[in-house]
């Protein structure tokens, strides 16, 4: 099809960096709360064991302030900006987005298609004809000169994008109790269990039991329920889904 634009379903997450001892920094911050000992008392004190055994502790007991001395920095590609309008509801973050004013998309510019379109041929083809057609337009656009800012007007929510997240621990604890809910739109959740992922692979005594509400106890929503408690706690502490 001319000037189809190039559908692409590639979600890319990436662990880009994490605060240096950022668990051993957590840990101390716990500890001076509740003792007179000085900070290199302290720190002659925490061992490796302990010191996860004493986040997971103080997780557990909600002392989550604690965490946000400790920062995750991730890279993600192959998402829409539907799904980067909700992600930056998240005010507790830092952000970086591939910007439409100044890359230019051109007709074949890169889209999401979401799985109830991809699994209907008939609705597969409509919705990649009205890509078509808005690729077609903004190329017109372009070439009429109207500047890249404003072309972008015409660009779809589907629209590929790139961002850099960083988010403390805390905060991520928080994010993944929302968006990894079976209730939050699909591609902004399953974004979300890839970044929880990697964060409990680098910090287990943190996210262990980090995920929808319904893995610490009852499931949260209220009459909104998904009514699949059961299966979903499976999913988030079955190690399995997590190497």
């Given at each position: 099809m001319?000037n189809?634009?190039?559908?692409?379903?590639?979600?890319?997450?990436?662990?880009?960096?994490?605060?240096?001892?950022?668990e051993?920094?957590?840990?101390?911050?716990a500890?001076?709360c509740?003792?007179?000992s000085?900070?290199?008392g302290?720190?002659?004190k925490?061992s490796?064991?302990?010191?996860?055994?004493?986040?997971?502790k103080?997780?557990?007991?909600?002392?989550?302030?604690?965490?946000e001395?400790?920062?995750?920095?991730?890279?993600?590609?192959?998402?829409?900006?539907?799904?980067?309008?909700?992600?930056?509801r998240?005010?507790?973050?830092?952000?970086?987005?591939?910007?439409?004013?100044?890359?230019?998309h051109?007709?074949?510019?890169?889209?999401?298609?979401?799985?109830?379109?991809?699994?209907?041929?008939?609705?597969?083809?409509?919705?990649?004809?009205?890509?078509?057609?808005?690729?077609?337009?903004?190329?017109?656009?372009?070439?009429a000169g109207?500047?890249?800012?404003?072309a972008?007007?015409?660009?779809p929510?589907?629209?590929?994008?790139?961002?850099?997240i960083t988010?403390?621990?805390?905060?991520?604890?928080?994010?993944f109790?929302?968006?990894c809910?079976?209730?939050?739109?699909?591609?902004?959740?399953?974004?979300?269990?890839?970044?929880?992922k990697?964060?409990?692979?680098?910090?287990?005594?943190?996210?262990?039991?980090?995920?929808?509400?319904?893995?610490?106890?009852?499931c949260?929503e209220?009459?909104?329920t998904?009514?699949?408690?059961?299966e979903?706690?499976?999913?988030f502490?079955d190690?399995?889904?997590?190497?």
């Open positions: 001319e189809s634009g190039n559908r692409r379903q590639g979600l890319n997450v990436k662990l880009i960096s994490k605060t240096a001892d950022g051993l920094v957590s840990a101390l911050a500890k001076l509740y003792s007179a000085d900070i290199d302290l720190l002659e925490i490796s064991q302990e010191q996860s055994d004493f986040i997971h103080i997780v557990s007991m909600g002392h989550h302030s604690v965490l001395h400790l920062n995750f920095t991730f890279g993600v590609e192959g998402v829409s900006r539907a799904l980067t309008h909700q992600l930056v998240h005010r507790i973050a830092s952000y970086s987005q591939k910007s439409q004013r100044y890359v230019k051109g007709n074949e510019f890169e889209y999401i298609t979401p799985h109830t379109v991809a699994e209907n041929p008939e609705l597969l083809a409509e919705y990649e004809k009205a890509m078509a057609e808005i690729g077609k337009a903004y190329d017109a656009l372009l070439k109207v500047p890249a800012e404003d972008r007007y015409v660009l929510n589907a629209c590929e994008t790139k961002i850099i988010m403390n621990a805390r905060e991520l604890l928080h994010y109790s929302i968006r809910c079976e209730r939050a739109q699909w591609e902004i959740r399953e974004m979300s269990f890839e970044m929880l990697l964060c409990r692979k680098e910090a287990p005594s943190i996210f262990g039991d980090a995920g929808p509400g319904c893995v610490r106890g009852a949260p209220g009459q909104f998904c009514g699949k408690a059961k979903i706690r499976k999913k502490t190690i399995k889904n997590f190497l």
